[in-house]
């Protein structure tokens, strides 16, 4: 990767956790974590524990964020969470377009680009999500996939919104599957996508930081982050064990 861009390892811990499970997880990163090891290390908790985490975290050096809003900043919106809420427990990130909410909840690009619209009116960085199923790949349509889901967000936000926001390649048939992309795989679609950005601005593509997602393990995490186009992580179930998430994360440091 290059020497100027930032790196960020973020877990997703999905709908997983419970108070007590968390404050062991959590006392075990601010142990092992900070943010002075040339890296950014990141915990995406659902809604309820974000109170949690913050309170835990203030001051580690570790942030947070959640995994998904509202596109609306406020009002009739039951069960919704604004991204002014999430910036009050002091979230820095928010996921959106991850591909459980667009395949669970038929989430269209469209609205994901107004989520990430949303998300940087309340001063969050958005984590946009994009990635091909596998029946994508095997027609060899992976990359007019990928540049369909970027372009929603690019139309709608322009290129400079990518200024602040972070973009990951989440292959959907890896998450979840202990199916990883080989190293040349993801960064073959990291370097489409850097390329794809570059045509619009070439310094905010240099910037862009470009996680890979998608069955990330600490076996696998050295190579995948050596890659010159990956710049860390978002980590699914890996993040939910203290050791292994530690463990990736170091190997984003080894990577500096
Ligand atoms: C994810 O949830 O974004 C993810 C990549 O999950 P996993 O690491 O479990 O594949």
Redesign the pocket.
């Known amino acids: 990767m290059s020497p100027g861009r930032g790196r960020l390892v973020a877990g ?1 811990w ?1 709908m997983h956790g419970s108070l007590a499970s968390n404050r062991d997880l959590l006392a075990r990163l601010c142990v092992s974590l900070n943010a002075n090891q040339g890296a950014e290390f990141a915990v995406c908790p659902p809604f309820p524990y974000l109170a949690q985490v913050s309170a835990a975290l203030t001051g580690s050096g570790i942030t947070w964020g959640a995994q998904t809003l509202c596109e609306n900043d406020h009002g009739a919106f039951t069960g919704e969470v604004s991204g002014a809420m999430l910036r009050d427990f002091g979230c820095r990130y928010v996921i959106v377009g ?1 591909s459980e909410r667009r395949q669970l909840y038929s989430e269209s690009d469209a609205l994901v680009g107004a989520k990430f619209l949303a998300a940087q009116r309340s001063g969050l960085l958005p984590i946009l999500c994009v990635g091909e199923t596998l029946g994508q790949r095997e027609q060899g349509e992976t990359e007019a996939v990928v540049a369909r889901q970027l372009d929603a967000v690019v139309a709608l936000a322009g290129v400079s919104a990518l200024e602040s926001a972070v973009l990951a390649y ?1 292959p959907v048939w ?3 599957t202990g199916k990883t992309a080989s190293p040349a795989q993801a960064q073959a679609v990291h370097a489409f996508l850097r390329g794809k950005v570059a045509r619009m601005d070439s310094g905010i593509a240099d910037a862009l930081v470009l996680l890979y ?4 393990k600490p076996a696998n995490a050295v190579e995948l982050f050596s890659q010159p186009d990956i710049d860390g992580g ?5 993040s939910l064990v203290a050791d292994d998430f530690i463990a990736i994360c170091k190997a984003a440091m080894r990577n500096s």
């Open positions: 997703n999905k991850h989440e890896a998450i979840g997602g998608g069955s990330v978002l980590i699914g179930g890996a």
